[in-house]
């Protein structure tokens, strides 16, 4: 299982990673989301990415599971399931904040 919290305002930026995440997809992928926020978008399958991005700016039914796949290790896709939850902050989506479990 992995956790992350990413701020949508006033930019676009993790928070926080469960480090478990490198287990599962490649020592380094933390620090590398974390540098770059943008790194999600690119790892994430073609198929995933108008889901991911519906996530992130409030577009998604957060009662249900996002089944979602990212690039592995060796370049294969995993699956994931992630339960996600809406921060909002005044009225406004501040973050997303989700836990994942390889399916």
């Known amino acids: 299982m992995s956790f992350c919290y ?15 995440l490198d287990t599962y997809l490649g020592l380094g992928v933390v620090e590398a989301a974390m540098d770059n926020p943008y790194d999600c978008f690119e790892r994430s399958h073609p198929d995933d990415v108008e889901q991911l991005h519906d996530k992130v700016t409030g577009k998604l039914d957060y009662s249900q599971p996002i ?3 990212w690039s592995g290790p060796g370049g294969e ?9 809406p921060v ?14 390889l399916d």
Do not use: R, T
């Open 6 to 20: 990413y701020q949508v305002e006033p930019e676009f930026k993790f928070k926080y990673i469960s480090p478990s």
């Open 67 to 69: 089944l979602q796949h």
């Open 77 to 85: 896709y995993l699956w994931f399931e992630e339960y996600a939850s």
């Open 88 to 101: 909002y902050h005044d009225g406004q989506l501040i973050a997303v904040q989700g836990n994942s479990i």
